[in-house]
């Protein structure tokens, strides 16, 4: 999978989700003044994609948190349908220390 970059509709802030190498990606925050990057173990599956897929084709909407963990649980993003033609992206990081950077 390529680069993926999710911009905010709001200002500038946006994720960007890249290859790091064979099996590992890292997660580039930008929000605001802060840049915080996390690199996730997640061995080449098309789980990233579907995800995202699954969230285009239910563009009208949907009621619950739409969910998707790395394989070691390193980087979470939670998706919500504000009914209205929005999605809010909520992105979490539970690893260690060594792999998260404020950059």
Not at 10 to 34: I, K, Q, Y
Request: charged share 25%; glycine share 6%; net charge negative.
């Amino acid at each position: 999978m390529p680069d993926l970059t999710i911009r905010s509709n709001e200002n500038s802030d946006h994720l960007v989700l890249a290859a790091d190498d064979n099996d590992h990606w890292r997660a580039t925050l930008t929000f605001g003044e802060m840049i915080a990057a996390v690199r996730f173990y997640q061995p080449a599956t098309d789980s990233l994609r579907v995800y995202f897929a699954e969230m285009a084709e239910a563009w009208r909407g949907w009621d619950e948190e739409r969910v998707w963990s790395s394989r070691g649980g390193d980087c979470r993003l939670a998706a919500v349908h504000d009914g209205l033609g929005s999605i809010g992206l909520k992105v979490r990081s539970t690893c260690s220390s060594s792999a998260l950077a404020a950059i």
